[in-house]
């Protein structure tokens, strides 16, 4: 995967109760530990989210709380395709999905539960397949109260 098919990544943070939004500025080809090392620069009382779109296909949500990272793979059969996903399915030691399968979600849905986002809430929304990997990472922003900060980094990049 080039970096030019990465839509975008963004790290998100709270410090005293205040969310900021921040572009993850990554070099060469994103990977999986060179994500999670990008977000362990940032402070955050609850972890720090970080949130990548790849090429309007799916996405991930990784939470770096302390040393330990969780991981949210939007489409588990994306990892056929495509390198970073490939790195989120062995990360989560499940096995590689076949082409023909199901687009189902892999990893933790209740990756955000306890900042305001359901397991089951997070679950329904990545099955609506109407949506785009932006807008549902743009709703789970609203639902998590960075809606506003999530935009003006997103159009920074953009």
Do not use: C, K
């Amino acid at each position: 995967m080039t970096t030019t098919e990465l839509d975008f990544a963004v790290a998100a943070y709270t410090e005293d109760g205040v969310w900021t939004v921040t572009p993850l500025a990554l070099r060469g080809e994103p990977d999986l530990s060179a994500l999670v090392s990008a977000l362990r620069r940032y402070p955050g009382e609850a972890g720090v989210i970080g949130m990548i779109s790849v090429d309007e296909d799916f996405f991930i949500v990784l939470r770096v709380i302390g040393g330990r990272a969780r991981l949210l793979l939007s489409d588990v059969t994306a990892a056929t395709e495509w390198p970073l996903a490939r790195q989120v399915v062995d990360e989560l030691d499940i096995p590689l999905a076949d082409d023909d399968d199901e687009q189902v979600p892999a990893g933790d849905l209740a990756i955000i539960a306890d900042l305001g986002m359901s397991a089951m809430d997070l679950g329904a929304l990545i099955d609506d397949v109407d949506l785009y990997p932006e807008e549902m990472l743009e709703e789970i922003a609203e639902a998590l109260g960075f809606g506003n900060q999530f935009h003006e980094a997103i159009e920074a990049i953009g």
